[in-house]
């Protein structure tokens, strides 16, 4: 079992920054990837940002140069960085922990409570 606490949501204006942590009740490199989603209205969840357990990240195109995922391997805690942000980036955004069973053959998802993020003048 593994707990996700997310922080750091807010308002911000168009081109502002804004982190987002999530605290995770187990160790980093016992997690497989971890990574960070986002759901706005009327849209399906959607991959923002992931990092592995080695380190390796990955980005969707829209956000690709502007956000940065980065961990604290100290603190239990993955982050995400968000620069010059858009009003499409608007969402709740969601911290995932994804658990690697049975000696690989499946996955097991565990998700944050949800930050909002609201990108307005």
């Known amino acids: 079992q593994v707990q996700l606490v997310e922080s750091g949501g807010g308002l911000v204006q168009p081109g502002g920054s804004m982190r987002l942590s999530c605290a995770a009740s187990?160790?980093?490199?016992?997690?497989?990837?971890m990574g960070w989603y986002r759901q706005a209205p009327g849209k399906q969840r959607e991959l923002v940002a992931t990092?592995?357990?080695?380190?390796?990240?990955n980005y969707a195109d829209s956000v690709k140069d502007r956000f940065t995922i980065y961990r604290d391997i100290a603190k239990k805690a993955v982050y995400l960085q968000m620069n010059s942000l858009k009003p499409e980036d608007a969402a709740v955004y969601y911290c995932?922990?994804?658990?690697?069973?049975?000696?690989?053959?499946?996955?097991?998802?565990?998700w944050g409570q949800g930050t909002q993020v609201t990108v307005s003048s």
């Open positions: 990092m592995s357990s080695a380190g390796l990240r």
């Open positions: 995932n922990a994804r658990l690697m069973k049975n000696g690989g053959s499946r996955f097991d998802d565990y």
């Open positions: 187990i160790s980093i490199f016992s997690i497989s990837a």
